[in-house]
């Protein structure tokens, strides 16, 4: 191959990550493909990704190393360029017929999302809606929400409509642009619960498979009470108070005192968590006093505070404090991450 046709051997993509964050996602990507070429479609959020290589090259590259910060990708197959009128919907919807002619069988989940300030005069459900009814009346192929064999993306905006097929693993999330979205429950006690549902998804972990968890930060008690919903006996550590509803719960422990003076019994928990929103630093040093508690094989989900926007730095450190006792599997910033990411260990 020369290198006209190495040029033409290129796939566009459109990676997402939190808002603040795209920076930082593309540097993740450049490092595992260097001849990466960057369109910002939202500020420091969403951009067009112009890599060498197929879809199933760049998929491969992603999974095996996880970028900490995109949260989301999806193939760009076919690009049309945008009217701003109402003829941009029939646009959407024969961009998806053109490259939904290969489909049949199976199940699709349509996910259209359209970027802020794009003028078009119609909504992303209008369009979403559109384009199932298209397929159903071409193809044998299942329309449905989750849990589709493919997903067919579409992302309108700023400039132009984008659409392509993927597998949903291959786009990090089946949720539309990684936007996770948990019931809300009418007696929650904190949103900070999504980030442990969240968690408990995106590391593949079954809390309702361990026996006792420390939660260390736990007030006013989301997580404590994610655990204790999964079956588990917690050990709740904070200062603060812990919601009113949970303190007579059968199967918790309360230590209303500040993590360096809670003792614990050595290896008395498979399962370590805390969300202390403190600097990473501090916190790693807590931890660590507390490590004994936890057993050989057992498992620590702790989220970190980004200080100073030194991400990459955050890691090393985290990593490098916890480096006896602790292996990081893996780390992720969260869609339900704030300034912060979530990280997932094994003790040694
Ligand atoms: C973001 S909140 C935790 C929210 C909790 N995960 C939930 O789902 O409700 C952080 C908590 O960490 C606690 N915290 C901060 N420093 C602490 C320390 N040294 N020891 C124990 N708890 C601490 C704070 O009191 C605060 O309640």
Redesign the pocket.
């Known amino acids: 191959m020369n290198d006209n046709e190495k040029e033409l051997n290129r796939i566009q993509w459109i990676g997402t990550a939190n808002r603040g964050f795209a920076q930082q996602a593309q540097e993740e990507v450049r490092r595992l493909m260097p001849g990466v070429k960057f369109r910002t479609l939202v500020p420091t959020e969403t951009f067009l990704a112009d890599t060498p290589g197929s879809w199933a090259d760049i998929t491969r590259l992603i999974q095996d190393k996880e970028p900490i910060f995109l949260r989301h990708m999806q193939p760009v197959e076919a690009e049309l360029g945008l009217q701003h009128n109402e003829g941009d919907l029939a646009s959407a919807v024969g961009l998806a017929e053109r490259i939904c002619l290969d489909e049949k069988g199976g199940s699709i989940a349509v996910q259209v999302r359209i970027a802020e300030r794009t003028d078009v005069p119609f909504g992303a459900s209008e369009v979403k809606t559109a384009i199932e009814d298209k397929i159903r009346e071409q193809s044998g192929t299942e329309v449905v929400v989750r849990h589709a064999d493919r997903i067919m993306s579409v992302y309108i905006g700023p400039g132009a409509i984008y659409a392509g097929i993927s597998s949903p693993e291959d786009n990090l999330s089946d949720w539309s642009g990684g936007a996770i979205r948990f019931q809300r429950e009418e007696n929650q006690?904190?949103r900070?619960?999504f980030?442990?549902l969240e968690a408990e998804r995106k590391f593949n972990l079954h809390f309702g498979d361990f026996r006792k968890g420390v939660?260390?930060?736990?007030?006013?008690?989301?997580?404590?009470s994610l655990l204790l919903e999964r079956g588990l006996h917690v050990t709740a550590?904070?200062?603060?108070k812990l919601h009113p509803s949970l303190l007579q719960h059968p199967r918790l422990t309360y230590h209303a005192?500040?993590?360096?003076d809670v003792k614990l019994a050595h290896n008395e928990f498979d399962l370590l968590v805390c969300?202390?929103?403190?600097s990473p630093r501090q916190m790693s040093r807590?931890i660590l006093d507390l490590l004994p508690a936890l057993k050989s094989g057992g498992t620590a989900v702790i989220t970190a505070k980004l200080m100073h926007k030194k991400p990459f730095q955050t890691v090393k450190e985290l990593e490098h404090d916890f480096a006896k006792e602790l292996e990081l599997r893996q780390a992720k910033q969260l869609f339900h991450n704030r300034e912060e990411l979530t990280l997932y260990f094994v003790k040694k």
């Not at 260390?216 to 997580?223: C, S």
């Open positions: 006690i904190s900070a619960k980030k442990l939660d260390v930060g736990a007030a006013p008690g989301g997580w404590t550590i904070d200062p603060a005192k500040n993590a360096g969300d202390m929103s403190w807590l």
